[in-house]
């Protein structure tokens, strides 16, 4: 087994500043509210307040569940030896590619997003016909360029 003296690894993750305890804790604070709220105005006459706000917790519910979902995707790129390894986790799905060093192109530009919403920076690594676009979701446009820039470096000043 060779050792790994020259590995460089790059992981990029979304903020998680509220644990899975907490959201519950959040919800929960939220349903007592709203529902004080909402029999207070059932008690007055409004009593078709109740079942919207009942609709209101279940939407806030599933918008934290989503999020919950995507608390532990990430994208990372391994660089050991003569390898760049870019995987992709997003909810249940693993991808992984793998270029080799001294053929991996690394290029910023603009991307087009969906229903003419204008463009934005994109990072993207590619090597003989493969392509994999990095970062989208984690770092914005200026750190897209400089980090493009670091990566290049680390690239050619492996060994």
């Not at 793998?98 to 192109?105: L, N, V």
């Amino acid at each position: 087994m060779e050792a790994l003296d020259h590995v460089n690894k790059i992981i990029l993750k979304p903020n998680n500043s509220l644990s899975p305890e907490g959201t519950v804790k959040v919800v929960m604070a939220l349903f007592v509210i709203v529902l004080l709220v909402s029999i207070g105005f059932s008690l007055i006459g409004a009593w078709l307040v109740l079942p919207f706000a009942g609709i209101e917790i279940v939407a806030l519910a599933y918008a934290f569940y989503s999020v919950y979902l995507h608390s532990n995707d990430y994208e990372s790129i391994t660089i050991v030896g003569d390898e760049v390894i870019v995987e992709k986790k997003n909810d249940k799905d693993l991808t992984m590619m793998i270029f080799q060093r001294y053929w991996a192109q690394i290029s910023v530009r603009d991307v087009m997003q969906g229903s003419g919403k204008g463009s934005k920076r994109g990072l993207f690594i590619s090597s003989h016909g493969k392509e994999v676009e990095f970062g989208k979701y984690f770092i914005n446009d200026g750190q897209r360029t400089m980090f493009a820039r670091e990566l290049r470096e680390k690239l050619r000043n492996i060994y």
